[in-house]
């Protein structure tokens, strides 16, 4: 069966428990938060997806003192399962799944705005707006500050991005002239 469908079917199966217990904020932030870190720290991943070389109940401690907080108890039944059954690799992936899928099941949209200095809160406040006007679900804005971008912003929603940086206007006049160069020569 194919890695994605089995990464959903466990991602989908986490949502649901988490629900029965009402504490999917909090597993849903760690989850995310443990993410993050096995995206950022390779060699940790790596560890924790190797079969017979670290034992599980040292995969599941690493991943404990990672997270630098009490492990949810939903979480480390989610970890266990995947233990269990030999998935334990799907783990980052798996993790990444069940958020999306948790602020699916509630009608939140996760985006990501980048921007060259931080917004007024007013600003993403009307962003918000606008998502909830557009496609009828809230809207979880996470500001990135990029000052390569010079000015402007990136608006970057699920399956759409929209890019008004300077830095891509300029990148646009620069090809421009790389062009009418080459119609020159």
Do not use: W
């Amino acid at each position: 069966m194919n890695d994605s469908i089995i990464r959903i079917r466990y991602a989908d199966a986490l949502v649901k428990y988490v629900h029965e217990t009402g504490n999917g904020d909090s597993v849903c932030a760690q989850a995310e938060r443990l993410s993050r870190i096995l995206a950022d720290v390779p060699d940790l991943s790596r560890m924790v997806a190797a079969k017979d070389v670290v034992k599980d109940a040292e995969k599941l401690k690493l991943l404990r003192t990672a997270l630098e907080e009490p492990m949810a108890p939903e979480l480390e039944r989610f970890i266990g399962l995947l233990m269990e059954n030999g998935r334990i690799a799907l783990l980052p992936l798996a993790l990444r799944d069940f958020a999306d899928r948790y602020r699916k099941s509630l009608g939140i949209r996760k985006a990501i705005l980048r921007v060259a200095i931080q917004p007024p809160e007013s600003l993403l406040e009307r962003l918000r707006a606008l998502v909830k006007d557009h496609s009828g679900e809230e809207a979880l804005i996470e500001v990135e500050v990029d000052p390569s971008l010079i000015g402007g912003f990136v608006f970057d929603i699920g399956d759409a991005m929209i890019d008004k940086s300077v830095a891509r206007e300029l990148e646009l006049i620069r090809l421009q002239y790389i062009e009418k160069n080459r119609r020159i020569v």
